[in-house]
C-alpha cells in the first residue's frame, strides 16, 4: 500500500499457506550492492541476524514484510532512531552507543566490506532472492532443517510427547504398513499417511511414506534411510541417450543434491526431501518446483526473470521428452541414494 498524499507506504505481508514440515535457514554472504536489492519474505515469525555486528532481529517482534536487505537494515535503523531523543534527555551515555550501533548500521548499505544476512524461519515461509535462478547461487546457502520442540511450540504446533510408549518388539514392520493421520500438503484437509519399512533389490531398507488426500485427489510419498550413514558417499552418473532412462527407478535421500550440468542447474540438499520414484517424476517436480518459484508468480515477478524460468523448464521437458540429452548427477555425502 502506499499514500500519493502523505508518501506512506506499508509492504507488510500475512502468510496464507500452512507452516511447512520443516524450517528453513537462508545465509547471504552480501558482497556487493547488488546484493542489497535481493527481495526478501521475511514472516513475522522469522529471525533476522548480522553476526559481524551481533545483531539480531528476534521473532514476533515486527510484522512479515515483503521488502529487500537494505530494506530490512533501514526497518532496523528506523526503529533504534525511533526513541532516541528521549534516551538522550534520560541516559545520554546509552542514547551514544546506539547512535554508533546506528552508524555501523548505516555503513553496511554501502558495503564496504562483506558481511553476513542470515533469515532463519522455523515456519519455513520466509524466502530470499535467488537473482541466478535457476542456476545455482554461490553466495546464498539454503539449509532446511528439523524444527525443535521449542520452535514448535513457539509456532502453536503440538508437540511431541516426552514419554511416548517403547516400541513393540515383536511387531514387523517390514509386513506391515503402518498408517496415522496428518493434513493434506495441499487444501491441508484431514489424511491418512501410510508408512511402510522397504527393501530396495541390491541396495538397502528404506522407510517410505505416502499420502492420499480423498479431498482434493492430492498424492505424494516421502523417503526416509532405514540405515546409518555410511562410509563413504555416493555420486552417480547418468547419461541420458534413450526415452527409456526415464523409466529407471530413483532413490533421492534427504542429503542428496541433483545436478543437470547442460542446463547450469544444481538442486540443493533437502529441496525436494527423499523421493523414491522414476528418473521422469524426479525431473518433473523439479520443473514443478521451479515453477511454484515465488519471484515468478504475482507482483514481484519479472517478465526477463520469468521469462528465463520459463525456458529453462521447456528445456527440461525436452530431456523428459527425449528430445534433448543430458548428464543426471547425484551427489550424496551419506551414502543413501541409488539409481537403478
Not at 520459463?310 to 543413501?336: S, T, Y
Request: glycine content about 6%; overall charge negative; proline content about 5%.
Amino acid at each position: 500500500f502506499a499514500c500519493d498524499s502523505c508518501s506512506w507506504s506499508n509492504t507488510e505481508i500475512q502468510s496464507a499457506g500452512r507452516i511447512q514440515e520443516q524450517g528453513v535457514r537462508y545465509t547471504l554472504a552480501v558482497t556487493s550492492r547488488q546484493d542489497m536489492n535481493r527481495e526478501v519474505v521475511k514472516t513475522d515469525c522469522a529471525t533476522a541476524r548480522i553476526p559481524e555486528l551481533d545483531f539480531e532481529i528476534p521473532a514476533f517482534t515486527q510484522k512479515g514484510v515483503l521488502t529487500t536487505v537494505e530494506g530490512i537494515i533501514d526497518r532496523a535503523v528506523a526503529g533504534l532512531e525511533q526513541d532516541q531523543p528521549v534516551r538522550r534527555a534520560t541516559d545520554e551515555e546509552v542514547a551514544s552507543k546506539i547512535d554508533e550501533f546506528i552508524g555501523k548500521l548505516k555503513q553496511l548499505k554501502e558495503v564496504h566490506s562483506s558481511f553476513t544476512f542470515i533469515v532463519d524461519d522455523p515456519s519455513g515461509n520466509s524466502f530470499v532472492e535467488n537473482p541466478h535462478a535457476p542456476q545455482k547461487d554461490d553466495a546464498l546457502l539454503v539449509t532446511h532443517y528439523r524444527r525443535t520442540p521449542q520452535q514448535a511450540a513457539m509456532l502453536g504446533l503440538e508437540g511431541e510427547e516426552a514419554d511416548e510408549k517403547p516400541a513393540d518388539s515383536a511387531e514387523d514392520l517390514r509386513n506391515e504398513v503402518l498408517q496415522f493421520n496428518t493434513n493434506c500438503p495441499e487444501c491441508n484437509a484431514p489424511a491418512h499417511t501410510n508408512m511402510k519399512l522397504v527393501q530396495i533389490p541390491h541396495f538397502k531398507e528404506v522407510i517410505i511414506m505416502a499420502t492420499n488426500c480423498d479431498s482434493c485427489g492430492h498424492r505424494t510419498n516421502e523417503v526416509k534411510s532405514g540405515g546409518a550413514i555410511e562410509p563413504q558417499g555416493t555420486r552417480i552418473t547418468l547419461r541420458i541417450t534413450d526415452p527409456s532412462d526415464m523409466t529407471r527407478d530413483v532413490l533421492k535421500s534427504e542429503t542428496c543434491s541433483v545436478e543437470i550440468p547442460e542446463l547450469e542447474f544444481e538442486l540443493g540438499m533437502g529441496a525436494l526431501g527423499g523421493k523414491f520414484t522414476t528418473l521422469e517424476g524426479l525431473l518433473k517436480d523439479i520443473g514443478d518446483l521451479v515453477e511454484r518459484n515465488p519471484f515468478t508468480l504475482g507482483d514481484s515477478s519479472t517478465p526477463s526473470r520469468t521469462e528465463k524460468l520459463q525456458e529453462f523448464v521447456g528445456k527440461l521437458r525436452e530431456i523428459i521428452e527425449g528430445k534433448a540429452k543430458a548428464h543426471v548427477v547425484m551427489d550424496d555425502p551419506a551414502g543413501n541414494s541409488y539409481l537403478q
